[in-house]
């Protein structure tokens, strides 16, 4: 049996402000909400007559309600009669009736309509990209998702989605639960909202993968800041050490800092990805990759003439990827009389697999290795911060000024 009664949302009521009103929809304990469209002070509404009071147009706001509630309690009752409210729950009871009063609603409260607007409320650009591959992925799998409802989709259809991506350029666990958890974060906005109570993924677990370590040991570091590089090769090596240097710097960051954020010797900026501020020491080591590869409106050139930095981290990593010994072999596509080369140039990576990101993980392996706290070395990569203790304590930056020096001067001289 599903009862009605219209409500006073006071929950998220500011002093002196006025509270929505919304028809509550109750069903075996469960209570689901739909607003009505009208404001109203707490203290102009009765909640035992239910009725406006003390309000300048309390009778037109009256005689509204009383309309829309009449209107709600025959959908109710034809429902019922045929049957279709008896497996559904509160929300669900609360959707049927928004979209039979409203059509355009049930668009609106579908799960491809809530997704592209949690896509448009994401500030950050990077975050609305990672949002749209996901709906592309669901688009390309799913046909009919723009026509489904959170309801339809639960654990059998995220299962069977899984396996798709698996089969469709997303072979990785890790790079799955990408799209996964995007998906969660819509059911999770569409839950606070009030348009679902559908929620698969107390079913349907997203289960990580064991990230393959991503670091180079003291030995292998020392080597790539020694090799003998070639000329094109040179500037990718000191953006990696640079990197480094300045405590594994997300390359977003870095190419988007500007000379005025370098100043009394310490880089500040803001972090792209979370808008926090980060505040390091730039040691000589650095300092002098700075003034080598200084940039005119940036901090350093590397950024400068670029419109995407995914771009150059692409092209830097393919170049750390290609270090090593260069040999000339026998083209196996070659023919006599061919136009193509009798000899290729074949490249044997010294460091297979590197890229740029390396660089942070690796100081912060190192830094473990030589006995710096946990709580240093979480504080200099930028994390935390959510916590009480967090709050209220303001970490010393010398800890972390320290630790870097430490780490620098481990693998540059071998000084413990």
């Known amino acids: 049996m599903v009862t009605i009664k219209v409500y006073l949302d006071k929950r998220a009521l500011r002093q002196n402000r006025e509270a929505p009103l919304k028809v509550a929809f109750t069903k075996k304990g469960d209570t689901a909400l739909m607003p009505l469209g009208v404001k109203v002070l707490p203290s102009q509404w009765d909640e035992k007559a239910q009725k406006v009071v003390s309000h300048p ?4 706001l009256n005689a509204f309600i009383r309309n829309r509630m009449v209107a709600v309690q025959n959908l109710i009752l034809s429902l019922t009669t045929a049957g279709e409210l008896v497996s559904l729950s509160a929300t669900q009871v609360k959707n049927k009736v928004a979209s039979l009063l409203d059509p355009e609603v049930e668009k609106e409260n579908l799960f491809v309509s809530w997704f592209e607007k949690h ?3 994401q500030e950050n650009r990077r975050t609305r990209e990672i949002y749209q591959a996901t709906l592309k992925k669901l688009q390309s799998y799913d046909r009919m998702i723009g026509k489904l409802s959170f309801e339809e989709i639960g654990k059998a259809w995220l299962t069977d989605f899984d396996t798709w991506l698996a089969e469709n350029g ?6 799955r639960n990408i ?10 906005e569409a839950i606070d909202n009030e348009v679902t109570m559908a929620y698969p993924f107390r079913k349907f677990k997203i289960k990580p993968e064991q ?12 080597q790539l800041f020694d090799y003998p590089v070639e000329d ?4 990718y090596v000191d953006f990696f050490k640079l990197t480094f240097f300045l405590i594994g710097i997300n390359t977003v960051d870095l190419l988007a800092c500007r000379p005025s954020d370098l100043t009394e010797g310490r880089l500040r900026y803001k972090r792209a990805k979370t808008g926090r501020i980060y505040n390091i020491k730039v040691e000589p080591e650095a300092a002098d990759l700075i003034g080598q590869y200084h940039g005119n409106d940036l901090l350093v050139s590397f950024g400068e003439g670029i419109t995407n930095y995914h771009n150059f981290t692409g092209k830097c990593d393919k170049g750390l990827k290609s270090i090593g010994t260069v040999e000339q072999v026998e083209n196996p596509k070659w023919k006599e009389g061919s136009r193509k080369h009798r000899y290729v140039t074949k490249r044997n990576s010294a460091f297979p697999g590197l890229s740029i990101y390396w660089a942070r993980h690796s100081w912060a392996t190192i830094a473990a290795s030589l006995d710096i706290p946990k709580e ?16 209220y304590i303001d970490f010393d ?10 780490v620098i001067d481990w693998v540059l001289y071998g000084k413990r």
């Open 397 to 406: 930056q010398k800890k972390v000024d320290d630790a870097n020096r430490k």
């Open 232 to 235: 094109w090769q040179r500037r």
């Open 179 to 188: 799209h996964l958890r995007n998906i969660r974060a819509v059911f999770n």
């Open 170 to 175: 997303c072979p990785g666990r890790n790079s």
């Open 57 to 60: 147009a309390k009778d037109a």
């Open 119 to 121: 896509i448009a409320r």
């Open 376 to 391: 240093t070395i979480a504080a200099a990569l930028g994390h935390g911060g959510n916590t009480v203790t967090d709050i």
């Open 211 to 222: 990230t393959a370590k991503r670091n180079l040991s003291v030995g292998s570091l020392r």
